[in-house]
């Protein structure tokens, strides 16, 4: 029995999971859970991960929830994962598992709050707070800050340095991946004192191509849904 992924491609550490997969030649088999449509809430999935979220592995008799460790996991089980992704070397190693613990608490955090508390919480089941979502994006902007004062100082292509993307790179884009559904405006707002950050998610995007963009085509598509929702509502003149 080969691996299984359960997975919905709207949440970022899904898509995380699925795009390391598919850059290290890792054979699995994607199973859809539908958060949208509460799949993820059955019987029948606390079975695959109590926590009943997304994502999460079976490799044959083994189960895993948590995407930084399922990463782990992978690196550890599939010889054909390049060492670029969770070095061999113990403090390349530790760095990464620094920045992991961080993204959770904060990046990961403040993502959440400011999402779920914007203009677009109703469409992930949550209310929106207009203070809530005003805390959430001070986090996160103290989180980007961050990232860009201590991981990619200087010229850095990414997090540790190095001229390639570890498993930290991938996880930390693809949650900020996850601000695509807010509107222009407000990206622009977040992004546009951060370039570093805009050109860390290209070199991401980049070494990860083609996958990353075919992982967060359903991304694209809630975000355009979300866009053609907001113009109708717009007065017309
Ligand atoms: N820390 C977990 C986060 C998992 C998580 O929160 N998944 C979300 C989607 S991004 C989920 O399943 N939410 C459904 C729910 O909480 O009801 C990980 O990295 O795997």
Redesign the pocket.
Known sequence: MGLKVYA?RR????RAIIIFCKMNQINFEEVRID?YKGQ??TAEFAKINPM????AIVDGTFKL????AILRYLVGSFPSVSDHWYPNDPKSRAKVDSILDWH?ANLHHSILTYLFNSEVGPVFGALSNAQAAEKGKKLLISSILKIESLWLKGDSRFLLGNSQPSIADLSLVCDLMQLEVVDNKELESIFEQHQKIRDWMENVKRATHPHFVEVHRVLYKLKAFLESRRNKALPKL
Request: glycine share 0%.
């Open positions: 919905d949440s970022s550490p899904s958060i993820h809430r009943n979220k997304v994502p929830f948590e995407s930084h959770h």
